[in-house]
């Protein structure tokens, strides 16, 4: 590993909003994260990663478009786990899968079935509207995206407990050069440069990681504020850390990854369930944290 490879050393600023972030934050991002399995060839496969969310009696998760449909029509088993000890994951067979891939949007959201919803929600929480912010295009930051790396995934660790470990990714707006084939688009997507040292939600040390495959799906997320007048940094609480964007593709070449705006997400979920308008326009997201 060559020096500038290395991991750098947090500073006591930043130590400290990390600190206050893995109290206070990260476990309510936690509790609405989930990951979901295939079972193919008689083996147990990590799949990617998706958000909660609650409105007006409908539940689903948020997630990524690509290969759904294909996994869809081949009929793979599909789960979700809640990454509880003792809890077998839930089947998805009756769930309904929406998903798009127009102008790269890459966004999946599969409602829940009222008995799977009340199931997940005796070991999660699904995140409500309030906490999701749709004007992002001004926001600085900072940001974290959060999902379970493929290598640290979907573990049997007895008959009827299986476990991944999920882990933060610190990012902040990327403004170079953009991949060729990332079709990036600015009203519909985010680009994130982030390094691949995290912060283990267990017990707040950083580590330097393997590639992230199977985060794609996973929230990104606003989890502090910057005061440019005092040059300090917030960060904010559970009551007040937002979803922003799903994320959905990573270039390693480049160091970023590509999401999609959240509102093209909830976009997808009115397409299908028109009811839900009002309700979600009488509810506004969380702003600042005081």
């Known amino acids: 590993m060559s020096k500038s490879d290395e991991p750098q050393q947090l500073g006591s600023r930043s130590a400290a909003f990390f600190a206050e972030l893995h109290e206070d934050c990260l476990p309510r991002i936690d509790q609405a994260t ?14 990617r990663t998706g958000v ?3 409105i007006a009696g409908h539940h689903f998760i948020l997630t990524a478009a690509h290969d759904m449909r294909g996994i869809v029509s081949h009929n793979i088993p599909l789960f979700v786990s809640v990454n509880t ?38 070991h999660k929480d699904f995140l409500h509207h309030n906490q999701i912010n749709l ?38 707006p990327y403004g170079g ?15 994130l440069q982030f390094s691949r040292d995290a912060i283990r939600t267990r017990d707040g040390t950083q580590e330097r990681l393997p590639p ?8 990104i997320w606003q989890v502090g504020d910057i005061n440019y007048e005092t040059k300090s940094l917030h960060a904010r609480s559970a009551e007040t850390v937002t979803l ?24 997808l979920v009115l397409s299908n369930y028109p009811q839900l308008k009002r309700s979600m326009s009488i509810v506004y997201p969380s702003q600042k944290a005081n």
């Open 85 to 122: 000890p003792d809890v077998l994951p839930l089947p998805l067979a009756d769930a309904r899968f929406h998903s798009t891939e127009e102008d790269n949007r890459d966004v999946s959201a599969i409602w829940l079935p009222p008995d799977v919803a009340a199931e997940i929600s005796k």
């Open 52 to 54: 909660l969310y609650e």
């Open 177 to 191: 050069d953009r991949h060729p084939t990332a079709n990036y688009k600015p009203d519909v997507h985010m680009v």
């Open 212 to 219: 992230p495959k199977g985060i794609s799906g996973c929230g």
């Open 34 to 47: 989930v990951s979901t399995i295939g079972v193919q060839d008689d083996e147990i496969r990590h799949d």
């Open 244 to 267: 922003i964007g799903i994320q959905h593709r990573w270039f390693p070449d480049y160091s970023y990854i590509q999401g999609t705006h959240i509102r093209h997400v909830l976009g």
């Open 135 to 172: 004007a992002t295009a001004e926001s600085k930051g900072p940001f974290i995206f959060f999902g379970y790396p493929m290598d640290w995934s979907a573990n049997l660790i007895s008959e009827n407990t299986l476990l991944s470990t999920a882990l933060a990714f610190a990012g902040h």
